[in-house]
């Protein structure tokens, strides 16, 4: 390791025990190992781009990430904010559960998925933005603010907008910070009922095999002048032999030297199709290669 690195590397783990700091982590949190892989962002450069893979192996108790400086960065969460969007739904009795329908309000929109009838289940899979905008106007600021404060999540700021400022507004979170929500979540150790943190298990359930599960969700923020794509979850194996956690957040952008000369500037929706997949594909190779999928 460079001194640049290992330098990066203290600041790193420092900006760790502050992000983990009101109770949210357990004591001996001290105790986990954290170091930077540089190599695990050789898949952004190849893309042309800049991102960060954050990773935890919950069995190792130890931390690993491919940017030490981009792990403690905030964005806004974007459609990964679904996550607690689908506990709050759950816990405010706005859905009964997974199956709950929510009516389409006939207003066409530019995902054709979007555009019908949605349960909790498939709105979370389609990230069906109306129908947790819904969701959020049922709850109301208060209730939307006093979750956010309750479980600490990211910078829990809800506003200016309640029913959009995951998408919008001032609500910001780190990798870093995702990876601390889904632990919590994953735990047991955020004040939610027992059976709203089951039935959610189910929704946020992306993957199965007969060895392991992934839980995860995308989101992605088009709002500023560079947009940002999301990947975060965690995977745990069936052996009981512990789970990892990850957020991979990156820039949604071709390098404008990659292009054709003369050739337009992407719209949003070609890079949804052009760059979208990769956020999983990266997340996958990194977990593969810390032995935390197969």
């Not at 990659?258 to 050739?263: I, S």
């Amino acid at each position: 390791m460079t001194l640049t690195a290992a330098r990066q590397s203290l600041l790193a783990l420092a900006a760790l025990g502050l992000a983990l700091l009101g109770g949210s982590s357990r004591a001996d949190s001290a105790a986990e190992a954290f170091r930077t892989a540089p190599e695990l962002g050789q898949g952004f450069q190849a893309l042309g781009t800049r991102g960060v893979i954050a990773l935890y192996d919950e069995q190792a108790r130890r931390w690993t990430v491919s940017d030490a400086r981009r792990a403690f960065q905030s964005f806004r969460p974007a459609s990964t904010f679904k996550i607690p969007g689908t506990l709050i739904a759950l816990e405010a009795g706005v859905a009964s559960d997974e199956t709950q329908v929510f009516k389409w309000d006939g207003q066409k929109r530019w995902n054709e998925d979007w555009n019908q009838d949605q349960t909790l289940q498939t709105a979370f899979r389609f990230s069906a933005v109306w129908v947790y905008q819904h969701i959020a106007r049922q709850v109301g600021a208060e209730g939307m603010q006093s979750r956010l404060w309750a479980w600490r999540y990211g910078n829990a700021v809800a506003g200016p907008k309640h029913d959009s400022f995951w998408l919008d507004g001032d609500l910001r979170i780190t990798a870093v910070q995702q990876i601390d929500f889904l632990r919590r979540l994953a735990e047991h150790r955020l004040p939610i009922s027992e059976r709203s943190a089951a039935l959610a298990r189910r929704v946020f359930l992306r993957e199965e095999t007969p060895a392991w599960r992934l839980f995860a969700k995308t989101g992605w923020d088009g709002t500023g002048p560079v947009e940002l794509g999301w990947f975060v979850g965690w995977t745990e194996r069936k052996t009981g032999a512990g789970r990892c956690f990850f957020a991979l957040n990156m820039d949604m952008q071709i390098d404008a030297k990659a292009l054709p000369q003369g050739a337009k500037k992407p719209t949003q929706h070609e890079l949804i199709r052009q760059l979208g997949p990769h956020r999983e594909r990266l997340a996958r190779e990194a977990l593969q290669a810390q032995g935390c999928l197969d």
